[in-house]
C-alpha cells in the first residue's frame, strides 16, 4: 500500500498498457475487449458454464489508487448471503476511515453511501473461524451469517489465499472477495498485471465460486440450485488455469 501512495505522489503511473492481458486472454481462448477511452481492458469467459468478466482500468474504489483489476459473476446466490475476505491491512485502514467519518460528521448510524466493504465492517461482528487460523493475521472476514461463511472459507479457498499471501498479492496487497446481490466479486489492486497474478487470481476466484454454491446450499433449504450446478464446480479448473498458480514467489 505505501508503493502505491509514493508512486500516486510521484506521478509514476504510466500509461495504461493491456498488451500482456490480451496476449494471456488469447492463450486461453478468452474474449478480449479494450474500453472506447482506451483507459482499460475487459476479458470474458466462462466457468462451467457460468459467464465471468474481468476488468482491468481505472479503480471503482477510492482505497485502490492504481490500477484495479476486479471480477465478477453472477451464481445465482441468494440476495440476502452476504459475505466478504478482506486483507487485514485493507480492513483496518477502511475501518480507521468510517470512525473518522463517524467521528468528525458526528453520525449516528451507517451512511448507506459508504461501499459496502466499510459498512459490512462496521456492521456485521467479527467471526473467528478455525479454517483461517493460520491466516488471521494477513485476512479479516465479515458475514450476516456465521455458518455459510464457515463453509464458504474450505479447504481449497483458504488454501488460494495463502498462495496469494505468498505470491502474487504479497503480504500486504489489498484485496476484497465478497458475495453481494446474487454475485461473486473479487477487487485487487494491480498496476501492471502478469500472467502469474492473472492465473493465481482466477484460481482464488474459481475457489471462492466453489465454496460460495456450497455456502449458499447450506443456508438456504429453499434455493433450488439446478442439479448440475453443484457437481460441475468439484471439477479441476481446466489446464489453462493451473490449480497452484501462484505459489511461487513472484511477489508485486
Known amino acids: ?8 505522489i510521484d506521478g509514476k503511473r504510466g500509461g ?26 475487459v476479458i470474458e469467459g466462462e466457468m462451467h458454464g457460468t459467464p465471468w468478466r474481468m476488468e482491468w482500468g481505472t479503480p471503482q474504489r477510492a482505497y485502490l489508487l492504481d490500477r484495479e483489476l476486479r471480477l465478477r459473476m453472477d451464481l445465482g446466490l441468494p440476495q440476502s448471503l452476504q459475505m466478504m475476505v478482506i486483507s487485514r491491512v485493507l480492513a483496518e485502514e ?3 476511515a468510517a470512525y473518522a467519518l463517524f467521528t468528525q460528521d ?5 451512511d448507506s453511501g459508504m461501499p459496502e466493504e466499510m ?9 473467528q473461524l478455525a479454517a483461517l487460523k493460520m491466516l488471521r493475521n494477513r485476512y479479516t472476514t465479515a458475514s450476516n451469517a456465521a455458518a455459510p461463511l464457515a463453509v464458504w472459507l474450505d479447504k481449497d479457498l483458504v ?16 484485496l476484497v472477495l465478497m458475495t453481494l446481490r446474487g454475485r461473486l466479486y473479487l477487487r485487487v489492486e494491480s498496476v501492471q498485471p502478469d500472467a502469474a497474478l492473472l492465473d493465481g487470481v482466477m484460481a482464488l476466484f474459481e475457489a471462492a465460486a466453489r465454496g460460495a454454491l456450497a455456502a449458499a446450499e447450506g443456508a438456504s433449504s429453499q434455493t433450488q440450485w439446478p442439479s448440475t450446478s453443484t457437481t460441475a464446480w468439484q471439477s479441476h479448473l481446466p489446464s489453462h488455469y493451473p490449480a497452484d498458480a501462484g505459489l511461487g514467489d513472484n511477489r508485486r
Do not use: H
Open 1 to 8: 500500500m505505501l508503493d502505491s501512495f509514493k508512486r500516486w
Open 16 to 41: 495504461p498498457d493491456g498488451r500482456l492481458l490480451q496476449t494471456w486472454a488469447k492463450q486461453r481462448g478468452l474474449v478480449f475487449k479494450r474500453v472506447r477511452n482506451g483507459e482499460g481492458v
Open 94 to 96: 477502511l475501518e480507521q
Open 106 to 110: 458526528m453520525q449516528t448510524q451507517i
Open 119 to 127: 459498512r459490512w465492517l462496521a456492521m456485521f461482528p467479527k467471526t
Open 159 to 174: 488454501g488460494q489465499l495463502e498462495a496469494a499471501r505468498q505470491g502474487w498479492l504479497g503480504e500486504e496487497g489489498p
